[in-house]
Every structure is written in structure tokens, then in C-alpha cells.
């Protein structure tokens, strides 16, 4: 059946990097768009990122562009989010998740579409 598994999360301190991995399995990675999601206490899960099957498109919210990099390797079955420069306001779970390819596109990457999830993984910024 589909999986996906998230780690890679820790606590870090303010300007320092961490890099999560999304491992999936069950289906053919190739064929599926990947996006990376969080959800702080309190607040609704927004999206990070996304990446398309071959990996050649990528898109980022306002808030991680330039900080955070998304890359995928197919024959590895892994999509990975390299976080940069992290602040405290990354601080969340981080959950990857898994739909179609229309629905990683140059518009805001929210929950609709993505049907498949992984457990989480949990980043905390701080000093």
C-alpha cells in the first residue's frame, strides 16, 4: 500500500539548516507529484513546497523561497526538503504528502489533491 516517511526533524538553532527525507513506497514515485506541508500548534497545516515527477518543476511559498530547497531521486524512491537559514516561525511538524501532478503548479500549494500522508516529522527552532 502507499507510504510515505518522514525524518529528519530535530531542533536546530535559529540560522542553522536541516535537511528531511520523505522515503514512499507503494507506488511508482515518477508518476505523482510530492509536497511538503507543516502545521504549527494552533494553526492550519500550510504548504511549503512541491515538487513534479520528474523533479524539473518546483514551487515555494513566499515565506521558505530562497531559504529551502525541495529535490526528489525516483530510483531512490526519496524526495527530500533541505531547510536553510531556519527561524523560529519554521518551527511545525513537517509532513510530506502525495497527489497528481496538477496539483503541484505555480499556484498557492494547499491540501486539495494530496490524499496520501506520512506521519510527520518534527522541527523546532530555537536557541
Known amino acids: 500500500q502507499v507510504q510515505l516517511v518522514e525524518s529528519g526533524g530535530g531542533l536546530v538553532q535559529p540560522g542553522g539548516s536541516l535537511r528531511l527525507s520523505c522515503a514512499a513506497s507503494g507506488f511508482t514515485l515518477g508518476y505523482y507529484a510530492i509536497g511538503w506541508f507543516r502545521q504549527a500548534p494552533g494553526k492550519e497545516r500550510e504548504g511549503v513546497s512541491c515538487i513534479g515527477t520528474g523533479g524539473g518543476f518546483t514551487h515555494y511559498t513566499d515565506s521558505v523561497q530562497g531559504r529551502f530547497t525541495i529535490s526528489k531521486d525516483n530510483s531512490k524512491n526519496t524526495v527530500w526538503l533541505q531547510m536553510n537559514s531556519l527561524k523560529a516561525e519554521d518551527t511545525a511538524v513537517y509532513y510530506c504528502?502525495?497527489?497528481?501532478?496538477?496539483?503541484?503548479?505555480?499556484?498557492?500549494?494547499?491540501?486539495?489533491?494530496?490524499?496520501?500522508w506520512g506521519q510527520g516529522t518534527q522541527v523546532t527552532v530555537s536557541s
Open positions: 504528502a502525495l497527489a497528481y501532478p496538477q496539483y503541484c503548479s505555480g499556484a498557492n500549494i494547499n491540501t486539495d489533491g494530496y490524499n496520501y
